[in-house]
């Protein structure tokens, strides 16, 4: 296979990176108990683990004592402000988060500009249960996404405490920091539901017996980094695209060959990588210029299925292209199990709940800790940006697309 300056083909080495400073990372690797149920934490704990679990009732006590909280809310002119605003409560079958890292996600300054004032802005989180219930202790670090930017019910993720059903979080592995821990949810969520539930790939607990391609457009984005690992734990040959500096990380993410998206043949060079025989591709981009060109990169004679993250449809593509590749769209706010509308995403509907997309978010969150803890499944790259105060400058950062293959996180509490 020939090589040229716009492409290159790598070997699927698996190397460890880490952009993390060294401080966010516990100075010693104390025992984790993440595969087993949570209750079972109580026994033996570390100096470390007391030492956390006392500043964490320490912490508790004193937020017992106030009913209110700093949040990022939407206002009248589809803004955003920092306010106190009342701490929520749970319900049967939830729990209460103290919240120490949010991450941020595009859909984040999206809902901004839609939703109406009032409600709480954010989705990714990483904290500590400040509520017990029968499957969580108090103090226990947990991580996972609300539906932020929404009125019913009013959730988010930059605000120093939510609410969550209890099981919609999962255990993070005492070798991963809450920062890194706030990367996985919602972007880890949007890639399992596109591969597995809607695309039909592989799953990691049932991994292809020979390695056939898949094309992750967008590999270094937050969702496509999840993406191509999910992809190379099911035993797929991965193509993946990102800028030619990015191409070293996704090599590292065990991705087999890295084109650049930036050469505009980039499709012929996907074909040629797989021998003309691509039926599969995930658009972790989505636009409107980006899906007719992942739509070429399918196999010329047998077409196949592209799956996207925002809205797009089949009719969009170029007639000859519409004969033989399917495109479909997936929004990953069904995990919630509650009928939604939102714009015209495929698998949305103010009628159905959908209840097997949030079976499909439970079973992986049950599943992210010992992929996290063993190092199948690596965290998006973080980059501190602050505290509940600078997410809108950070918003700025992302829409501006200045934000290149790494996670802006803030520290809340
Ligand atoms: N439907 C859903 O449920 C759902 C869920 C999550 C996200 N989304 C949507 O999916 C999109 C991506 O979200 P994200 O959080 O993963 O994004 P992100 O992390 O902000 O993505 C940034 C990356 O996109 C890459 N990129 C930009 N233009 C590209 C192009 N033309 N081709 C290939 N790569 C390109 C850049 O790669 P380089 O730096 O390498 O150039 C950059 O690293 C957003 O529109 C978001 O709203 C939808």
Same mark, same amino acid.
């Given at each position: 296979m020939s090589q040229s300056s716009c492409w290159v083909r790598l070997s699927s080495s698996y190397k460890r990176f880490s952009s993390l400073?060294?401080?966010?990372?516990?100075?010693t690797r104390v025992p984790t108990?993440? +595969?087993?149920?949570?209750?079972?934490?109580?026994?033996? %704990?570390t100096y470390h683990q007391r030492h956390r679990q006392l500043c964490d009732r320490a912490d508790h006590t004193s937020a017992k004592m106030t009913s209110t909280m700093r949040a990022l809310v939407t206002t009248e002119d589809h803004k955003a402000t920092v306010k106190e605003i009342p701490k929520p409560t749970p319900g049967e079958g939830e729990i209460l988060v103290k919240v120490h890292y949010a991450a941020q996600n595009p859909t984040d300054w999206k809902g901004v500009a839609s939703a109406p004032p009032g409600v709480i802005v954010g989705c990714d989180f990483a904290g500590t249960v400040a509520s017990p219930s029968s499957r969580w202790r108090e103090g226990q670090r947990v991580a996972g996404f609300v539906f932020g930017?929404?009125?019913? %019910?009013?959730?988010?993720?930059?605000? @120093?405490y939510l609410v969550i059903e209890e099981t919609l979080v999962f255990p993070i592995p005492n070798s991963i920091s809450f920062a890194e821990a706030a990367t996985v949810p919602l972007p880890l969520a949007t890639a399992s539901q596109a591969l597995f539930?809607?695309?039909g790939l592989p799953e990691p607990s049932k991994p292809a017996k020979s390695a056939f391609p898949v094309l992750v457009n967008g590999g270094t984005s937050s969702v496509g980094k999840y993406a191509v690992q999910l992809c190379k734990l099911g035993g797929l040959y991965v193509i993946a695209t990102g800028s030619r500096k990015n191409h070293d990380l996704l090599t590292s993410l065990g991705v087999d060959a890295v084109v650049d998206?930036?050469?505009?043949n980039w499709p012929e060079k996907v074909r040629e990588l797989s021998h003309d025989n691509l039926q599969h591709a995930f658009d +972790?981009?989505? @636009?409107e210029n980006t899906t007719p060109k992942v739509a070429q990169?399918?196999?010329?004679?047998k077409g196949g299925h592209v799956l996207c993250?925002?809205?797009?449809?089949?009719? @969009?593509?170029?007639q000859d292209l519409q004969r033989k590749v399917k495109v479909e769209s997936t929004i990953?706010?069904?995990?919630?199990?509650r009928p939604i509308k939102y714009g015209?995403?495929?698998? +949305?509907?103010?009628?159905?709940?959908?209840p097997q997309d949030k079976a499909h978010w439970e079973k992986v969150l049950s599943e992210v800790p010992e992929w996290l803890e063993s190092g199948k499944l690596k965290p998006n790259r973080v980059k501190e940006a602050g505290g509940l105060d600078d997410v809108l400058e950070g918003f700025k950062l992302h829409q501006e697309g200045r934000v290149s293959a790494e996670k802006l996180v803030y520290k809340i509490a």
């Open positions: 400073p060294a401080l966010t990372r516990p100075i108990y993440t +595969c087993l149920p949570p209750h079972h934490h109580h026994h033996h %704990p930017n929404n009125p019913s %019910p009013k959730r988010g993720a930059y605000a @120093e539930q809607r695309l998206y930036a050469d505009d +972790c981009i989505s @636009e990169a399918l196999s010329s004679t993250i925002l809205p797009r449809k089949t009719s @969009e593509l170029p990953v706010y069904t995990v919630f199990g015209t995403f495929d698998n +949305c509907s103010d009628k159905d709940p959908r």
